[in-house]
């Protein structure tokens, strides 16, 4: 290779956002409305706290929290699914399922050990809307507990004030980022799903703020859950 | 720090590199789909010369057009597969597609963001210098690399995180990128494990499990378990899951020093 490279001028980092994100409003505005709809159904804030109200708290042990509350759900829900497996639950299906009850078991206790005396108490499951006997009901929870997690993670990266913390968040949301594809991919096997509404026409996977997240995920549990002390 | 300045050191410092390089991972690829272990290291040599070219934290346009090189890179390994007759099996058409279409997307996204400041498409030669001869006649071969490029970028994105931290909306574009390669890699290597007939090559990455074995290994191994300190395999609240299932939780970061050791025999020639 004999080519010598010249170093490009470099733009600021501010000219290079303006022109991302123009071009990232613009082409996601039809794709806005499509993923809006599960999120804006339950879009109330919870201004009144009362007293046993879970409070995230604030600062990176906030995100913390916010990580453990989620991973709290999706631990009870893969637990629940391998007490009570669905009729005619294959052995592949099984096996991924386990896997992943595992991973998020792992991730629950690792956030809690984390926390140490910040952390929140453990979460009281509402999964009255899901049927475990249903495989369908149950691979839809879960593909829905996944792809909501990975955009939740995507979102609250840039809270994260620790880079340590930043590192640990990497380092789960792509997992969790293969669970969803492979849940999506036993619903609908090689076809889009596996990396597809979750996505927008610049390849741009879903990033969604905690409130958005919070709204969202409230009707699975018992509790009521407080991010307003959360970073924006 | 230029990291095309790099990659052109890499080949003028040790220009006998590629070839070495070649004939061990022949070797190793080839026990690999024969019979099953391979044990050893790959690019050592492209590890040293790159840590004796790299310098300090890179910028955030250097950081962009790091990942730039690597999506080129995907793009254009599946814009070529997906043109070839009768080599992606039929029920896997769509996956494949799929992927090319979201590499293209990050293709110009990446392009868009940096504007004058983007670099231009490599060459590439996907049969790395050799090792992989049949990388276009062969679809295992093909997926196996597929696998390997997807691991690496999920383990690339995630080590450039920290470089990003002071930028916070451009961090959140890379995260947005970094769970699509992951997904991408999660089928990719299931299509495998079912192609193998083997059910411990899951979505997911056991130990540090996997071919290329550089792809896997590093600094911090796929097999880590400490995370922010805290070692994840002595939890007392995991009971009786086992470290395999451990190493699974948590994916790692690569260094970009490791990501271009691992890159750069797939790059004949850079651009421009």
């Known amino acids: ?232 | 720090m230029n990291i095309f300045r790099i990659l052109d050191s890499i080949q003028q410092v040790d220009g006998d590199a590629a070839g070495r390089l070649a004939h061990t991972t022949r070797r190793m690829f080839m026990n690999r789909i024969g019979s099953s272990l391979a044990t050893v290291a790959v690019p050592t040599a492209f590890a040293a010369v790159v840590n004796k070219a790299y310098g300090a934290t890179p910028s955030v346009t250097e950081v962009l057009n790091f990942a730039l090189t690597l999506e080129y890179l995907e793009e254009t390994f599946y814009f070529q597969a997906n043109r070839m007759t009768n080599f992606i099996p039929a029920e896997y058409t769509l996956v494949f597609s799929q992927i090319e279409r979201h590499e293209t997307q990050h293709v110009d996204f990446l392009k868009g963001a940096l504007g004058s400041a983007a670099v231009d498409r490599p060459q590439f030669d996907f049969t790395y210098g050799g090792a992989f001869p049949d990388a276009w006649t062969n679809f295992m071969t093909f997926i196996t690399i597929s696998a390997a490029l997807e691991d690496t970028g999920v383990r690339a994105y995630k080590g450039q995180a920290g470089n990003l931290i002071t930028a916070p909306a451009i961090l959140e574009y890379a995260l947005q990128v970094h769970s699509v390669e992951a997904r991408h890699a999660s089928l990719v290597r299931r299509i495998i494990g079912h192609l193998k007939k083997d059910p411990m090559m899951k979505g997911w990455i056991t130990q540090d499990q996997g071919f290329p074995p550089a792809v896997y290994k590093g600094a911090t191994p796929e097999s880590n378990t400490v995370h922010a300190g805290l070692d994840a395999a002595t939890l007392s609240g995991i009971g009786s899951i086992t470290r395999d299932n451990v190493t699974e939780a948590f994916d790692e970061p690569l260094t970009m020093e490791e990501v271009l050791a691992i890159a750069g025999p797939f790059i004949k020639k850079m651009g421009m």
């Open chain 1, 1 to 232: 290779m004999k080519k010598t490279l010249t170093q490009p001028s470099e733009p600021s980092d501010s000219a290079m956002l303006a022109r991302v994100d123009r071009r990232y409003f613009l082409r996601s505005a039809g794709v806005a409305a499509a993923t809006g709809a599960f999120i804006l159904g339950a879009c109330t804030e919870q201004d009144l706290m009362s007293d046993d109200t879970v409070d995230l708290g604030e600062g990176d042990f906030g995100i913390l929290n916010y990580a453990y509350a989620l991973e709290q759900l999706e631990a009870a829900f893969y637990t629940q699914v391998m007490m009570t497996p669905y009729l005619n639950m294959t052995d592949m299906e099984k096996w991924i399922l386990t896997d992943i009850r595992d991973h998020e078991i792992v991730h629950r206790e690792f956030f809690k050990t984390a926390l140490g005396s910040k952390a929140i108490k453990g979460l009281t499951p509402n999964f009255s809307a899901i049927d475990f006997a249903d495989r369908k009901s149950v691979l839809g929870a879960a593909k829905l507990f996944e792809d909501t997690g990975v955009a939740a993670y995507n979102g609250a990266g840039k809270l994260i004030k620790d880079v340590n913390y930043l590192l640990v968040a990497g380092k789960i949301v792509s997992v969790e980022a293969r669970h969803a594809s492979a849940i999506a991919d036993l619903i609908n096997p090689n076809a889009l799903e596996f990396a597809g509404g979750q996505i927008n026409n610049m390849g741009l996977e879903n990033a969604f703020s905690p409130s958005v997240i919070l709204s969202g995920v409230q009707p699975f549990v018992m509790d009521k859950i407080s991010g307003k002390n959360l970073p924006r």
